[in-house]
């Protein structure tokens, strides 16, 4: 199984090594790059891609700015030199970032866990997740689960009859569970469309429990809104 990749950073430097990079990765198919976000928008259109090496900071489009206008957003990989960009970068459910300079050790263990993702995203439907809990795995049912809490290093599956702890980030949640069923709606919450009880003017009530929805997921609020009142 190959990923088709392209990558998006002003500086041609850049771009060499991400190619050198690239290169190295069995399962990876590096199938254009450009110098210019602008230009692949038409191919990002005409093509299929699955992921995107993108540069934050660039002179006509920041990359937050340039997913954000997409219609359809493949995978994304944040390869830039501004470390500040990192929290803007992942509410936006980024895969990974990249800080340059970056190593091809590091690079690959990107490539792995969108390969993984990928994977999970394209495999057969399943009705459950295993959840990594300590040195364990749990099998949980999807229809089980309310919501999903980030707390600090952790996020915790908040499910109909108990609370399990798990040791990840909130984005590597959001890239296993099926997003037809579940959506970020804050940079600590994800939630089960089907377990909305109620919508009031910037919350969501499951279960008993006021779900804050932050600024930055206005438009998926609005989407919320007309997912469970239709």
Do not use: W
Request: aromatic residues 12%; hydrophobic residues 45%.
């Amino acid at each position: 199984m190959n990923l088709k990749a392209i990558a998006i950073d002003d500086e041609p430097k850049a771009l060499e090594v991400v190619k050198a990079h690239a290169a190295k990765v069995p399962f990876l198919e590096l199938k254009d790059c450009f110098t210019n976000a602008f230009d692949a928008i038409p191919y990002l259109q005409k093509n299929k891609i699955d992921l995107i090496f993108l540069d934050i900071k660039m002179p006509d489009i920041s990359g937050i700015d340039f997913i954000k206008c997409l219609q359809k957003v493949p995978m994304v990989i944040f390869t830039t030199a501004y470390s500040e960009y990192a929290v803007q970068g992942f509410e936006l459910d980024a895969l990974d970032y990249l800080l340059k300079p970056f190593s091809l050790a590091r690079f690959t263990k990107s490539c792995n866990k969108a390969l993984d993702i990928f994977t999970l995203r394209n495999g057969e439907n399943s009705d459950f997740i295993f959840i990594k809990t300590g040195y364990q795995e749990e099998k949980v049912f999807l229809n089980e689960i309310l919501y999903v809490e980030a707390e600090g290093s952790y996020v915790s599956f908040i499910l109909k009859n108990k609370k399990l702890l798990s040791r990840q980030s909130l984005v590597d949640v959001s890239l296993i569970l099926p997003q037809n069923q579940f959506i970020r709606v804050h940079r600590s919450y994800i939630i089960a469309l089907n377990k909305i009880e109620k919508i009031s003017r910037q919350e969501l009530f499951i279960s008993g429990f006021s779900v804050p929805v932050g600024a930055s997921y206005e438009e998926k609020f609005n989407e919320i809104r007309l997912r469970v009142t239709q």
